[in-house]
């Protein structure tokens, strides 16, 4: 939800819907789990407990496979734990009334033509208009890829900035969205630093060109993370700090590379 977040708000609020959020990560939901999942997959527990106190009507919470990566080719696969995340909340409060939940299947592989229409039967099936939900989904990809290209342009303004004065320099935040990126998870990492005046800037405001790594990864925030490290160890005033979690098990291939 931190990275395609553009995508699913314009496309429910294109159509009319309120977007409501979880705001909290609850105690007494994060203890509702089944399994030794890795802290993220707990986190989520928490805000899905948080989320069923907004008593909404439904509840959108898609199964992602793969992510988008552009220029990688196939094989952006999401994390099993995010794939799997509609149906271990859905068992773990399965002692709670629960909203009707909206699973659509989201599959960024080569192109978003499935993704679409499994977006337009979510709607449909919900009373939207077709053809509404149609110009809905194209409205709200244009806003995510928008969003993605106003990133990479903040980056590259940063860059310039930094590289005028050749004494500075400034770190990277590397990680997952879920995780590098969101303040329930990160420890306050990025304010220790920016605390001290050091520049840090989000791996996704990287403005890298893919390129071949020779090396195989079929995680999608594998690849990025891959990808950005390239950059960052070209360039001579940056530097790479790199947030993972305890039970990571992409992690533990992506952080030894």
Not at 78 to 95: I, R, S, T
Not at 105 to 132: L, R
Not at 200 to 206: A, K, S, V
């Amino acid at each position: 939800t931190n990275m395609l977040y553009p995508l699913y708000f314009n496309f429910w609020d294109q159509l009319g819907y309120k977007i409501v959020l979880s705001d909290d990560v609850t105690i007494e939901g994060r203890e509702k789990r089944k399994s030794a999942f890795c802290f993220p997959a707990e986190i989520a527990h928490g805000a899905f407990d948080n989320l069923l106190s907004k008593k909404t009507d439904y509840i959108f919470m898609p199964q992602i496979l793969h992510i988008p990566v552009s220029g990688s080719g196939e094989n952006n696969k999401a994390c099993v734990f995010v794939q799997g995340e509609p149906y271990y909340l859905k068992q773990a409060f399965n002692d709670r009334v629960i909203p009707e939940l909206l699973i659509p299947i989201i599959d960024f592989q080569e192109h978003v033509d499935s993704t679409k229409e499994e977006f337009v039967k979510c709607a449909v099936g919900i009373g939207a208009d077709k053809n509404d939900a149609k110009k809905a989904f194209d409205f709200a990809i244009d806003k995510m890829i928008s969003c993605f290209n106003k990133g990479f342009e903040i980056g590259r303004k940063v860059l310039e900035e930094l590289e005028k004065n050749k004494d500075e320099f400034a770190m990277v935040l590397i990680g997952r969205w879920y995780n590098a990126l969101a303040r329930e998870a990160n420890m306050s990492i990025p304010h220790k630093f920016a605390s001290r005046g050091i520049t840090i800037i989000p791996y996704d405001f990287i403005p890298f060109n893919f390129q071949s790594l020779g090396l195989h990864m079929h995680w999608g925030i594998g690849k990025i993370n891959l990808q950005v490290s390239k950059f960052v160890k070209k360039h001579p005033q940056l530097f790479g700090v790199y947030v993972t979690n305890f039970s990571c098990g992409p992690d533990s291939f992506i952080v030894p590379y």
